[in-house]
Nanobody, 126 residues
Framework: QVQLVESGGGLVQAGGSLRLSCAAS????????VGWFRQAPGKEREFVAT????????DYADSVKGRFTISRDNAKNTVYLQMNSLKPEDTAVYSC???????????????????WGQGTQVTVSS
């Protein structure tokens, strides 16, 4: 079992920055990969970024490459998503998720993640 709690969302103007945090408790944090996904109203959930259990590998959706950076601090049981140069199309609920089954894999498919947080709203105004 693991509990994931996101924070750091909010309202920002286009071109601005936000840093999301995903705080984990329960199972040993350094044993699983973590991904960020987002879902906008009326749209399907989409992959944003992921990081392996030790931070050795990361992957990003093409739409956020060069603007978003995922990182983790295993001592603090937290994964971060630094979001720069935000665009209105980045508006969505952002959720983090834990991948226990393949911790060394950069997984982009939601069904590979077994535990999810509640999400945090990010709104980017034009």
């Amino acid at each position: 079992q693991v509990q994931l709690v996101e924070s750091g969302g909010g309202l920002v103007q286009a071109g601005g920055s936000l840093r999301l945090s995903c705080a984990a408790s329960g199972r040993t944090f350094s044993t699983y990969a973590v991904g960020w996904f987002r879902q906008a109203p009326g749209k399907e959930r989409e992959f944003v970024a992921t990081i392996t259990y030790n931070g050795g590998s990361t992957d990003y959706a093409d739409s956020v490459k060069g603007r978003f950076t995922i990182s983790r601090d295993n001592a603090k049981n937290t994964v971060y998503l630094q979001m720069n140069s935000l665009k209105p199309e980045d508006t969505a609920v952002y959720s983090c998720a834990a991948n226990f089954q393949f911790p060394a894999v950069v997984a982009t498919i939601p069904r590979m993640y077994g535990y999810w947080g509640q999400g945090t709203q990010v709104t980017v105004s034009s």
